[in-house]
């Protein structure tokens, strides 16, 4: 079945906004994708980032939540209770619990701490301007950029527009076979043939999971660009109006100069209140803003981590201990519950771990779409109706864009091993760890645009990922002594699943590094027959090392 | 197969159309929005339903303006649109 075509103009249009575009937002979609799918699994991946975490769950209603607020300003001078500070209750990815806090100077500059405590004996494990571990925060922070100062996540939310813009004009380009090719994902027959096959059956499958993200990142990334025109228009310019409409709790007012409080209600009682009424819902989060004030307040952010709209938050006010602000789960007004959807859709914190899998590999598919569309846009021109000049620069891109991309793969093995070797006890220790993975990948990159013959790179990528991959189960083994059987004895399956996971991904990559990409492919031999003598006397001239394919296949 | 050229527009007109979708799109969205919120006594569910259509409705409008034969004629119409919702922004004010 065809549907109707566009008519020429139109589709011509279409087809090169889509190209420009894809092309253009490409490398960075890519990294979106790929770290994002990683971090999806932030909250999985702690216990085997952070050795110190790996204790038995312990109860959250048993902490002493007041205690952890003592021990902490006991031991640190760079706390301000009146700035907004909180902490992480233990759950069963993290038996920890982790501290925010921050102090302000005299000039307004902000300076930041976070620790980690253990849920029973009180003792502060970790103390500093960042956790002593940011392996999976490291990887979620380059999902938008956040490595680059001030504009990475305007950048980032961009780039989700302009993939949003991208799946328009794909969708209207690839309009008349949109249904016929939804059958036709290949694998033999011509390259050009394989790429378009599998980036339109593919981006057919995958259109809901990309709309969906380029919306919520566009949104996560831009807010800002709708926040302030309508805070300008429909309210005279106060912002505070505009948030409160999406995050009531935001809202709230504080004054600086507001009476002190002597006598209030605290963590515990709050704690406790909220999750005898709602047992159903972890409370992920508990903090304070002005706690030492008159209008202080203590929130508490809950979450099922099951439903769509299982998520809520409760602010109450600290003299009386009376609710100021509440979202309820489940039950609750469009207009209260519309953010949290639209952000649990990006986390994928609805539908338990299984939901984050299918959401993981619909990731790794777009990162294929992503991949296919350049080789598309590579294949359609590398033709005689283009010049040598036009033809290397088209070369020259690919290889670039490939290097870039399917290096990530051996520079997040990388990490992995780099957050198990830089000793835990070292102080800032999470800027080494970041700096191998950075360089690394760099210098993956850079090695890869020695490699000309993209089935090389390609190959080349996987085997050092693939032992890279394998090295992580042995590096945690020598280093905490959690070897896989005993994790899997011990049934810490936090840990467990993430150094077989890297198992299962090496052993995969070098098998298929082993019988599939050691071979020449049939089609490069019957090229080579096909193309005959006149290439054989063109390659045998050397070309310069980015000519070689494009003089090869003339 | 790239793109047919002879169905592609000239740089100007290119130039035209890109703003028209970036910068016009935007602003159609943003004052059409507003001007519904300003109709609105309740604001709080458009303003939360804006965070996820006005992006819908940008890139639609980049799409249209990229489908239009002429640069000129979209900027115009999408001028022209900003104009009637900042006057209905303007008389609920």
Redesign the interface.
């Known amino acids: 079945m065809k549907l109707k075509a566009l008519k020429?103009?139109?589709?011509?249009?279409?087809?090169?906004?889509h190209?420009v575009s894809g092309i253009v937002i490409s490398f960075a979609l890519f990294v979106c994708f790929y770290a994002g799918a990683v971090a999806l699994f932030m909250d999985e991946l702690y216990q085997w980032e952070n050795p110190q975490a790996r204790i038995d769950y312990v109860d959250p209603t048993t902490v002493d939540y007041d205690k952890v607020i003592k021990v902490v300003s006991e031991n640190t001078t760079v706390f301000n209770k009146d700035l907004t500070f909180g902490m992480t209750p233990p759950t069963k990815a993290n038996p920890l619990i982790t501290y925010y806090g921050r102090d302000k100077d005299e000039q307004n500059n902000f300076s930041f701490f976070a620790a980690t405590i253990h849920p029973i004996t009180y003792e502060i494990l970790s103390m500093g301007e960042e956790p002593n571990t940011h392996m999976a925060r490291t990887i979620y922070e380059l999902h938008y950029f956040h490595q680059i100062p001030v504009v990475g996540i305007y950048l980032s939310g961009f780039v989700a527009?302009f993939f949003?813009?991208a799946i328009?004009?794909g969708v209207?380009t690839h309009w008349k076979n949109i249904v016929n090719k939804f059958y036709a994902f290949t694998t033999e027959g011509k390259w050009k043939q394989i790429w378009t096959n599998g980036h339109i059956s593919l981006g057919m499958i995958t259109l809901p999971f990309q709309i969906i993200y380029?919306?919520?990142g566009?949104?996560l990334g831009?807010?800002i660009?709708?926040l302030a025109?309508?805070a300008f228009?429909?309210y005279n310019g106060d912002t505070s109006e505009?948030v409160k409409?999406?995050r009531p709790d935001a809202g709230i007012k504080y004054d600086d100069e507001a009476l002190t409080l002597t006598e209030g209600t605290n963590f515990n009682t709050i704690y406790q209140k909220v999750s005898t009424e709602y047992p159903e819902n972890d409370v992920t989060y508990i903090y304070a803003t002005n706690y030492t004030k008159s209008d202080g307040t203590i929130g508490v952010r809950v979450d099922d981590y099951e439903g769509i709209a299982g998520d809520g938050i409760f602010v109450y006010g600290r003299e009386d201990g009376k609710l100021k602000v509440g979202i309820q789960p489940e039950v609750r007004?469009?207009?209260?519950g519309?953010?949290g959807v639209?952000i649990k859709l990006h986390y994928a914190t609805y539908g338990g771990i299984f939901l984050k899998i299918i959401y993981f590999i619909l990731a790794m598919i777009t990162c294929y779409i992503i991949i296919s569309g350049v080789m598309i846009w590579r294949t359609?021109?590398d033709k005689p109706i283009y010049t040598d000049k036009q033809r290397r620069f088209h070369h020259r891109v690919t290889k670039f864009y490939l290097a870039i991309t399917l290096s990530m793969f051996p520079a997040l093995a990388l990490i992995f091993l780099a957050n198990m070797l830089v000793p835990m006890d070292w102080e800032g220790r999470v800027f080494p760890v970041n700096a191998i993975f950075f360089s690394g990948w760099l210098v993956f990159t850079l090695m890869g645009l020695f490699w000309n013959n993209y089935r090389q790179l390609n190959r080349n990528y996987l085997l050092m990922g693939s032992v890279l991959g394998l090295l992580i189960p042995i590096a945690n083994g020598f280093v905490t002594g959690d070897w896989l059987w005993q994790s899997l004895m011990h049934k810490s399956y936090f840990v467990f699943s993430v150094d077989a996971a890297w198992l299962i991904i090496g052993i995969v990559g070098l098998l298929v590094c082993g019988y599939s990409l050691n071979r020449k492919s049939k089609k490069d031999i019957m090229q080579k027959v096909k193309v005959g003598a006149e290439s054989e006397r063109i390659s045998s001239e050397a070309p310069a090392p980015v000519l070689q394919i494009s003089a090869k296949e003339k | 197969?790239?793109?047919?050229k002879k169905?592609?527009?000239s740089p100007s007109q290119r130039i035209l159309k890109i703003t028209a979708g970036l910068l016009g799109g935007?602003f159609v969205t943003?004052?059409f929005?507003?001007a519904l919120?300003?109709v609105l006594e309740?604001?709080?569910?458009l303003?939360?339903?804006?965070?996820?259509t006005?992006?819908?409705m940008?890139?639609?409008l980049?799409?249209l303006a990229?489908?239009s034969k002429n640069g000129w004629k979209i900027w115009g119409l999408y001028l022209l649109l900003t104009l009637v919702f900042a006057g209905i922004?303007f008389l609920n004010k």
């Open positions: 020429p103009r139109l589709h011509n249009a279409m087809f090169h906004t190209t527009f949003l813009f328009f004009t209207l380029a919306v919520t566009a949104l831009l807010s660009l709708l025109p309508s228009l429909m505009v409409a999406v007004s469009y207009a209260n519309a953010y639209l359609a021109r | 197969m790239p793109a047919n169905h592609l527009s935007f943003i004052f929005h507003n919120g300003s309740q604001k709080g569910a303003i939360i339903t804006t965070a996820y006005s992006f819908l940008w890139a639609g980049m799409v990229f489908l922004i």
